[in-house]
Nanobody
Framework: QVQLVESGGGLVQPGGSLGLSCAAS????????MGWFRQAPGKEREFVAF????????DYADSVKGRFTISRDNTKNTLYLQMNSLKPEDTAVYYC?????????????????WGQGTQVTVSS
């Protein structure tokens, strides 16, 4: 079955940077779109970023545009999220997600497959 394992979370000061990785297994990684969601304490899960199977189509939530960069390496079955200029409101558990489409990732309903999540805390 599909397995997604995130890594790279931690504590960072406001204005700092952090990089997340997601190792995928269980099916042909390069055939499917991938994305990142996050969930802050007391809030619902929200979309962060999306990347199509080839990396040719990318989208971001307005709240992270210009600060976050999503990428993928189909030779390593790995998804990445580079986060710069971090703010306290970026504090959340970050999830790697995927579904059964090469070019689309829905927010309603939520994607089918999720990793276990990695905590990102932005605080001084």
């Amino acid at each position: 079955q599909v397995q997604l394992v995130e890594s790279g979370g931690g504590l960072v000061q406001p204005g700092g940077s952090l990089g997340l990785s997601c190792a995928a297994s269980g099916r042909t990684f390069r055939n499917y779109a991938m994305g990142w969601f996050r969930q802050a304490p007391g809030k619902e899960r929200e979309f962060v970023a999306f990347i199509s199977w080839s990396g040719g189509d990318i989208d971001y939530a307005d709240s992270v545009k210009g600060r976050f960069t999503i990428s993928r390496d189909n030779t390593k079955n790995t998804l990445y999220l580079q986060m710069n200029s971090l703010k306290p409101e970026d504090t959340a558990v970050y999830y790697c997600v995927t579904d059964n489409s090469a070019v689309r990732l829905t927010t309603t309903p939520l994607p089918r497959y999720w990793g276990q999540g990695t905590q990102v805390t932005v605080s001084s």
